[in-house]
T-cell receptor
Framework: GNSVTQMEGPVTLSEEAFLTINCTYTATGYPSLFWYVQYPGEGLQLLLK?????DKGSNKGFEATYRKETTSFHLEKGSVQVSDSAVYFCALSQEDRNSGYALNFGKGTSLLVTP | ETGVTQSPTHLIKTRGQQVTLRCSSQSGHNTVSWYQQALGQGPQFIFQ???????GRGNFPPRFSGLQFPNYSSELNVNALELDDSALYLC???????????FGEGSRLTVL
């Protein structure tokens, strides 16, 4: 079945450091890939997405590229801020009229950015 | 524009009881999905409702059931609660069944 594996946290970085959170997936066909973020006390929010191979999703300085050859969708940011402290979830989806539109999430990676 | 709202935010039940969680979808959205998020884990798909019909279901037993109403709000019902049902239950709405999901803040259920 479909699954997502992401690096375990917590990840602690100093402000302005470079961030990479690794995500690899297993899926049949051609899933869409997502990064969601969960800030403390808030609901999950879509951070970025990519729907086909070699697509790059970007938002708020974060980027991720859909790599079919390595089945990866690593999240990167060049210079993190304290406000980026949150839990980040990698997810995939495939559309299926029988099973609906379900997201498969990784376990999440907690990021703490210190001043 | 009102976002996705869920109630109650927290509740405590005992094993064997039943619980109903409620979700109001974002204005204009006709699809609702429910997810269970255990502590330290990613959300797990329970089911999806599209225009009042169950449109897909994850690997959850039949004691997890749901409804979607004509105004597209939704309920999640869990019967015969077990200790492992303790989790954050997330509702998400979307414009249609393949659309971007907008999540509520969740209902945290504790089963004692």
């Amino acid at each position: 079945g479909n699954s997502v594996t992401q690096m375990e946290g917590p990840v602690t970085l100093s402000e302005e450091a470079f961030l990479t959170i690794n995500c690899t997936y297993t899926a049949t066909g051609y899933p869409s890939l997502f990064w969601y973020v969960q800030y403390p006390g808030e609901g999950l929010q879509l951070l970025l997405k990519a729907t086909k191979a070699d697509d790059k999703g970007s938002n708020k300085g974060f980027e991720a590229t859909y790599r079919k050859e390595t089945t990866s969708f690593h999240l990167e940011k060049g210079s993190v801020q304290v406000s980026d402290s949150a839990v980040y979830f990698c997810a995939l989806s495939q559309e299926d009229r029988n099973s609906g539109y379900a997201l498969n999430f990784g376990k999440g990676t907690s990021l703490l950015v210190t001043p | 524009e009102t976002g996705v709202t869920q109630s109650p935010t927290h509740l405590i039940k005992t094993r064997g009881q039943q619980v109903t969680l409620r979700c109001s979808s974002q204005s204009g959205h006709n699809t609702v999905s429910w997810y269970q998020q255990a502590l330290g884990q990613g959300p797990q798909f329970i089911f999806q409702y599209y225009r009042e019909e169950e449109n897909g279901r994850g690997n959850f037993p039949p004691r997890f059931s749901g409804l979607q109403f004509p105004n597209y709000s939704s309920e999640l019902n869990v019967n015969a609660l077990e200790l492992d049902d303790s989790a954050l239950y997330l509702c998400a709405s979307s414009l249609d069944w393949t659309g971007e999901l907008f999540f509520g803040e969740g209902s945290r259920l504790t089963v004692l």
